[in-house]
């Protein structure tokens, strides 16, 4: 028989060697605005792609609140339906569905309605009693950015936001805000009920495994970060380009813009992965601290020079023949909204002084890409005869976050012959080549993280309020002076010639992505 | 996966030098007089993606084939220098051939080009290729040995290809008994040039080992882990039993590490046809009697229940995928350094 240790353990030791530090503590999520889409397209194939590979707890459940008329039998059947039509892995397994919707139960209600919050309450309590969940509770915001102060408010005065033990945590998706004074309302009203340390805020851009490997590319390589500086760096150009135009949401992108849409937070959020300095750990607010000294460094901004805005008109994109933004859906045919924007920001700290970031986004253009350029200085010298260092281009190291993940470094390289001739040649690296794994949903890890309690991967309040202090400097001089030349880039192109003006005044070209 | 596939070159040689060479021209995809065409200088001016090198040993045609097959699926994901060992030293015609190729597949508009070495061998020569091996290795890089079956352990040619290698990769689901497992255990180690072992039957192993370490992380169940009080495997009726004994030999490791020798059982369940289908863990003490098990599922699932002084927890299913030989051999050539736990369970499966 073996012989019982005395001393209380406090570490399973059946962990060690498997990937997961630990499993998250049994939960239950409430998703706010269970039937729509995002529940259907992203959360739910993301926890049942999560049990499928083991990563959730016993006892983990979820109740769906949604003012939509459905009994609890419908409630499932929908959700079984958006996994088999989402699921990123194919064909559903029935047996693990089946024990991810053994915990699924349906909760309708508006999302003001203090009776409904009565009942919340109770169905909360019965699954801490039967799924032994403890107390432990996630709140998904999945609504229309309108209820969020409402459902906070609610939770606080119904007392389930405190209600017995165990960890409550709030996740709220984007749009946060609409401006900085949104945004901070927004932020009040949150911490009202919550602190700052259960808020996770998702930029679904952080959940991508490439923009995670921005960080280890530059932080886990030693070759890479003594040449990441002014010295080196002639400027850094960073686009998330989009071919698609705006499908249906006009309504929604009326209100929004590019700047709202990518600029505020993708873009941003990748200029500060770019140019943070290394964080002395992977903690979650040691990498956020070095993320916002980043947008506090930015140089204050001259709009009228600095950046530049676009709307498509009609074009071809990928040989179709589509229409401008003021024809599509729900769009005023007079509508002075952006949907590109295209950015020189300076950075005022050692590291960047006086190197531009030119920043770019926008919809209709000739291809999707999303990457980080680092164009570097030129050889001071060479040495080779009728060579001239003009005649050849810098090195560029690019890191492409979609599609086809990398990195590729442009170098010289001889030409063979008798003669002397250099061209550049890429050196091309992706990461689907070196790894079969396949990459999980960005809502999974983001999801995971959350249950762990891990928020690195999302915007914390100072992050979100600088970001907007910046979109609303831009946004402040353009309601001064209403876009007058709009449409002003035919679909299917790189966008304005302002923009190309933009660089050239520089003596810098866009790349094509 | 789309993509195109092309053989560049296929000679026979003997002589090292010769096949060095033609692996610079197939690499580079260079003419046969080692000029450039346009195509090639193109070619050659992309960068060439190598992660490993890897050596195969195969003892028969047919196992060439296969092996084969699971290397092709793998060239995409796994760019690297292949050498395939056809070691036949029962043979008595002496004879040595090598045949140079290289794959080249254009996967979304990126190229990823694997060279291929077949070094065919009959008689003593088979066991000495390892000194054909080393010259052909592209430096720095990680040298992978994949010997699918059960390695001829006694073969001079086992002994020096461990130590060229970082790693050995082995399945002892293919009929390994204890001297074999023994001998594993020797390889990895070895104080000077100890190559580290990969399983295939091990990492089928993961999802057993997941859930069990998942019991113990649910609130309230840490303290049954300080009393657990025996395990039971169950087995399959075919084949080698190494897959339970690892499996035996993993919590019985983890549980010295506490101090703790806890007796492990193997069982046989006739209905069952082969691998582990049950893992019972048992605990007793101060704070009741608990029984956690862990069962496979008619169509690729595990299922988990926990037992608490009769009272029944939350039980739920997970998928056990199937994973095939190419899955398996992507998770080996993925995988740093020596696993300590898989050695730790090799040695108490030896206990």
Redesign the interface.
């Known amino acids: ?5 005395t001393t ?3 570490q ?7 990937i997961l530090p ?2 998250p ?2 939960a239950v999520m409430v998703i706010f605005g269970a039937s729509g889409d995002l529940t259907a397209r992203k959360l739910m194939p993301a926890l049942y792609n999560l ?4 990563y959730l ?3 983990f459940s979820v109740i769906g609140v949604a003012d939509t008329a459905l009994s609890e039998a419908e409630y499932k059947a929908n959700m079984a339906e958006a996994v088999r039509k989402f699921s990123r892995t194919q064909p559903v ?1 029935h ?2 569905w ?2 991810v919707a053994d915990g699924l139960s349906y909760v309708r209600m508006p999302f003001d309605d203090a009776d409904g919050y009565g009942r919340l309450a109770a169905e909360l309590e019965r699954m801490d009693r039967e ?2 969940t ?1 107390g432990n509770r996630v709140f998904y915001f999945a609504t229309a950015p309108q209820f969020f102060p409402v459902i906070v408010e609610r939770l606080g005065a119904s007392g389930i936001a405190r209600a017995g033990q165990g960890w409550k945590r709030v996740v709220i998706e984007k749009p946060f805000g609409h401006d900085l004074k949104s945004a901070q309302a927004l932020n009040q009203a949150i911490h009202a009920v919550f602190t700052e340390q259960q808020v996770y805020r998702i930029d679904h851009y952080l959940g991508k495994e490439t923009v995670q490997n921005v960080l280890v590319f530059r932080f886990a390589n030693g070759i890479f970060e003594p040449i990441w500086n002014r010295r080196y760096v002639d400027h850094i150009q960073i686009t998330v380009a989009e071919d698609i135009g705006i499908e249906r949401r006009g309504k929604y992108y009326e209100t929004a813009g590019a700047l709202r849409d990518i600029f505020q937070n993708h873009l941003l959020q990748l200029l500060s992965i770019a140019a943070m300095e290394a964080p002395a750990n992977f903690d979650a607010d040691t990498v956020r601290d070095e993320k916002v000294k980043v947008l506090k460094s930015i140089h204050p901004i001259e709009v009228a020079k600095d950046v530049i805005r676009g709307q498509y008109g009609p074009g071809w994109v990928g040989g179709q023949q589509v229409p401008g933004y003021r024809q599509e859906q729900n769009v005023s045919p007079a509508s002075t909204t952006e949907t590109y924007v295209a950015a020189r920001l300076r950075i005022d700290n050692w590291r960047w002084a006086e190197t531009p970031f030119y920043l770019r986004t926008g919809k209709r253009l000739p291809s999707r890409a999303s990457e980080i350029a680092i164009q570097f200085k030129n050889a001071p010298h060479l040495p080779f005869a009728r060579t001239a260092i003009q005649d050849l281009a810098p090195n560029v190291l690019v890191m492409r976050i979609q ?2 993940e990398g990195a590729s470094l442009k170098i010289a ?1 001889k030409i ?1 012959g008798p003669v002397m001739r250099l ?1 550049t ?6 990461y ?6 396949e990459s999980p949903d960005a809502y999974e890890r983001l999801v995971l993280d959350c249950l762990l309690g891990d928020p690195t991967l999302f915007a914390r309040e100072d992050e979100v309020e600088r970001a907007w202090g910046l979109a609303d400097t831009i946004e402040k001089s353009w309601g001064m002076q209403p876009a007058a030349d709009f449409p002003n880039y035919a679909a299917g192109t790189w966008g304005p010639e302002a923009a190309d003006a933009l660089l050239e005044r520089d003596g810098r070209r866009w790349r094509r992505p | 996966m789309s993509g195109e596939h092309g053989e560049l070159s296929t000679r026979t040689f003997v002589d090292v030098h010769a096949i060095q060479d033609e692996l610079e021209q197939v690499r580079w995809g260079l003419h046969e007089n080692g000029e ?1 065409s346009e195509a090639a ?1 193109h070619a050659a ?3 060439r ?1 190598s ?1 490993l090198n890897l050596i195969a040993v195969v003892g028969s045609e047919r196992q060439l084939t296969e092996v084969s097959h699971v290397l092709d699926a ?1 060239s ?4 690297s220098r292949t050498l395939i060992l056809l070691a036949q030293h029962d043979r008595s015609a002496a004879k040595l051939e090598a045949e140079v190729s290289a794959q080249t597949r254009t ?4 190229r ?1 080009t694997t060279e291929r070495v077949l070094l065919h061998a009959h008689g003593e020569v088979a066991a000495h290729l390892a000194s054909l091996v080393d010259p052909l290795l592209i430096p720095d890089l990680p040298v992978v040995l994949w010997w699918p079956g059960r390695p001829d352990f006694d073969n001079p040619l086992f002994d020096d290809l461990c130590q060229l290698a970082d790693r050995l990769v082995v399945d002892t689901d293919e009929g390994f008994e204890t001297p074999d497992l023994q001998r594993l255990l020797e390889v990895a180690r070895r104080e000077h040039a100890g190559a580290s072992i990969g399983d295939f039957n091990w990492a089928r192993l ?2 057993w ?6 019991f ?4 309230g169940m ?2 049954h ?6 395990v039971a495997v169950y087995h399959g009726r075919d084949g080698s039993t190494a897959q339970a004994r690892l499996l035996g030999g993993w ?1 019985r490791g ?2 010295t ?7 492990v059982e193997l069982r046989l369940d006739d209905a069952h046809e082969h691998g582990v289908c049950r893992f019972l863990i048992y605990s007793r ?1 101060q704070d009741g009697q608990a029984r956690f098990s862990i069962s496979h ?1 008619p ?3 595990l299922s ?1 229940e ?1 037992r608490v002084d009769e009272q029944d ?7 056990l995928a199937r994973r095939s030989a190419e ?1 398996l051999l ?1 998770i080996e050539l ?1 995988l740093p350094g020596h ?3 898989f050695e730790e369970a090799l040695a108490a499966s030896l206990r």
């Open positions: 028989m073996a012989q019982a240790v209380p353990l406090t399973n030791v059946l962990r060690e060697g498997l630990r499993t503590d049994p049990a499928l590979n083991r707890p016993s006892g397994d047996a693990v089946q024990s799924r032994g403890n599609p086809h390289a063979p061209r040649v890429n050196m091309d690296f992706f689907g080549s070196s790894f079969l794994i | 450039f200088e001016a992309e960068a993606a992660v793998l995409v994901t796994n760019p996967e979304s508009g990126h990823v993961i999802p080992r997941h859930l069990a370490a998942q113990f992380d649910m609130p840490l303290v882990l300080a009393q657990i009080q025996g919590i983890r549980m590490t506490l101090g703790m020798e806890v007796p003490g599922q169509g690729g699932r988990a926990v927890f939350v039980d739920r299913t997970v998928r899955e992507a993925t696993d300590l736990l």
